[in-house]
């Protein structure tokens, strides 16, 4: 018998194949760091390797629209899973950037692209979506604590890059054991639909109105974030502890996705995001000049914690209005491709402004993306009400 999509068990797989899909994502920094320390490339062809296998996520989740609903999720599961775990040991191994270029844009493509769309899918067919989607965040956030502690202090120093990949494979093989608790796919996201009274055939403009917000706040997130560290130093910090502040801020920032499942929909959206937003704009116009190590974990750590607190209600609100069940999931797309464009647009403006240019960037962004954010918002408490 098929799992419901609004079980419990479907929610821990989605959890599980979520924080797969966003392994890159979150061990970005140390990942590049293996890569010029370890495997001799420099800084330009680590940061490509990256944006490659990045680039493999966007894709996958463009892609994912014409096959979510022709194909089994389960399959799909088990094929992202492989990749994964597969890709992860190849790339242990090798030390030529041509080769490991391919196998990680193939693991991004078929193997973590493919697990985020498929968790994305799950919990933007349950009743709760808000609730659901503040644990996939804190779960994805409380992977990259425990993943930026442990691998550079346990696994890289005896096996270098392998130190990296090898622990990943062996989760994703962990992770693979909720396949059987994944939904079989498009049947089960019709049933869910009815359990949940169904969503109507309509425009799909809300849903992307939203998802563009979605797009325009992690490209101020890509801005600030991408260049956290350099401010850090600047700032006054030496370079060998930043990593450990941001580690501390990082896990703090956990409890974001834990007040937004807490808060469910019971809020609505736009006063959450609202305020999330502001205290974030807040703590951008901080986050420079001289700092001292608490003043800079602190803002750092409030700045996450309400980051954590805008994404799932974001998320929330693209699939309440996905009247087509399509929209949903480009999510991961948005994610990466604004967190992506935030980084460009900053990294050629700090060129000629300073470092400055990366908070101006990030403030602007969290602006727009609330005024883009607002009707939508409103449309969905009128709906309720």
């Given at each position: 018998m098929a799992t419901q999509i609004d079980s419990k068990q479907a929610l821990v797989a989605a959890i599980l194949f979520s924080v797969m899909g966003v392994f890159a994502m979150m061990i970005g920094p140390i990942l590049i760091t293996s890569l010029v320390a370890d495997l001799g490339f420099d800084e330009g062809q680590a940061g490509l390797i990256l944006a490659i296998e990045f680039l493999g996520i966007a894709l996958a989740s463009i892609c994912a629209a014409f096959w979510m609903n022709r194909v089994s999720w389960q399959a799909a599961a088990a094929l992202a899973a492989a990749t994964v775990i597969v890709g992860n040991i190849f790339s242990g191994f090798q030390t030529s950037f041509e080769v490991l270029a391919v196998v990680r844009f193939l693991v991004g493509f078929f193997g973590e692209g493919t697990a985020f769309v498929l968790g994305i899918a799950v919990v933007s067919a349950t009743k709760d979506q808000q609730?659901?989607?503040?644990?996939?965040?804190?779960?994805?956030?409380?992977?990259?604590?425990?993943?930026?502690?442990?691998?550079?202090?346990?696994?890289?120093?005896?096996?270098?890059?392998?130190?990296?990949?090898?622990?990943?494979?062996?989760?994703?093989?962990?992770?693979?054991?909720?396949?059987?608790?994944?939904?079989?796919?498009?049947?089960?996201?019709?049933?869910?639909?009815?359990?949940?009274?169904?969503?109507?055939?309509?425009?799909?403009?809300?849903?992307?109105?939203?998802?563009?917000?979605?797009?325009?706040?992690?490209?101020?997130?890509?801005?600030?974030?991408?260049?956290?560290?350099?401010?850090?130093?600047?700032?006054?910090?030496?370079?060998?502890?930043?990593?450990?502040?941001?580690?501390?801020?990082?896990?703090?920032?956990?409890?974001?996705?834990?007040?937004?499942?807490?808060?469910?929909?019971?809020?609505?959206?736009?006063?959450?995001?609202?305020?999330?937003?502001?205290?974030?704009?807040?703590?951008?116009?901080?986050?420079?000049?001289?700092?001292?190590?608490?003043?800079?974990?602190?803002?750092?750590?409030?700045?996450?914690?309400?980051?954590?607190?805008?994404?799932?209600f974001m998320m929330g609100t693209v699939s309440m209005l996905d009247s087509v069940g399509k929209i949903s999931v480009l999510i991961p797309a948005a994610q990466i491709g604004g967190m992506f464009l935030g980084t460009a647009v900053a990294g050629q403006m700090i060129g000629g402004s300073g470092l400055t240019a990366a908070n101006q960037v990030a403030m602007v962004c969290c602006v727009i993306a609330f005024v883009i954010f607002a009707p939508v918002a409103m449309r969905i408490g009128k709906q309720t009400a």
């Amino acid at each position: 018998m098929a799992t419901q999509i609004d079980s419990k068990q479907a929610l821990v797989a989605a959890i599980l194949f979520s924080v797969m899909g966003v392994f890159a994502m979150m061990i970005g920094p140390i990942l590049i760091t293996s890569l010029v320390a370890d495997l001799g490339f420099d800084e330009g062809q680590a940061g490509l390797i990256l944006a490659i296998e990045f680039l493999g996520i966007a894709l996958a989740s463009i892609c994912a629209a014409f096959w979510m609903n022709r194909v089994s999720w389960q399959a799909a599961a088990a094929l992202a899973a492989a990749t994964v775990i597969v890709g992860n040991i190849f790339s242990g191994f090798q030390t030529s950037f041509e080769v490991l270029a391919v196998v990680r844009f193939l693991v991004g493509f078929f193997g973590e692209g493919t697990a985020f769309v498929l968790g994305i899918a799950v919990v933007s067919a349950t009743k709760d979506q808000q609730r659901n989607f503040g644990f996939v965040i804190a779960s994805q956030v409380g992977f990259g604590v425990v993943a930026n502690y442990v691998l550079p202090n346990f696994f890289i120093p005896t096996m270098q890059f392998g130190g990296i990949m090898y622990p990943l494979a062996a989760l994703a093989a962990v992770f693979a054991v909720a396949i059987v608790w994944m939904p079989s796919g498009a049947a089960s996201q019709a049933g869910a639909a009815d359990a949940v009274g169904g969503k109507a055939a309509g425009s799909v403009l809300p849903a992307l109105t939203a998802l563009l917000a979605m797009f325009v706040w992690c490209s101020g997130l890509g801005a600030i974030w991408s260049f956290v560290a350099q401010i850090a130093v600047e700032g006054g910090l030496e370079r060998a502890v930043t990593g450990n502040a941001i580690a501390i801020s990082s896990a703090c920032a956990i409890a974001g996705g834990i007040a937004a499942s807490a808060m469910g929909s019971r809020f609505g959206s736009l006063l959450p995001v609202g305020i999330a937003l502001t205290v974030q704009v807040i703590m951008i116009w901080f986050l420079q000049g001289e700092m001292s190590f608490w003043q800079f974990v602190m803002t750092a750590a409030i700045f996450q914690i309400f980051w954590n607190v805008t994404g799932p209600f974001m998320m929330g609100t693209v699939s309440m209005l996905d009247s087509v069940g399509k929209i949903s999931v480009l999510i991961p797309a948005a994610q990466i491709g604004g967190m992506f464009l935030g980084t460009a647009v900053a990294g050629q403006m700090i060129g000629g402004s300073g470092l400055t240019a990366a908070n101006q960037v990030a403030m602007v962004c969290c602006v727009i993306a609330f005024v883009i954010f607002a009707p939508v918002a409103m449309r969905i408490g009128k709906q309720t009400a």
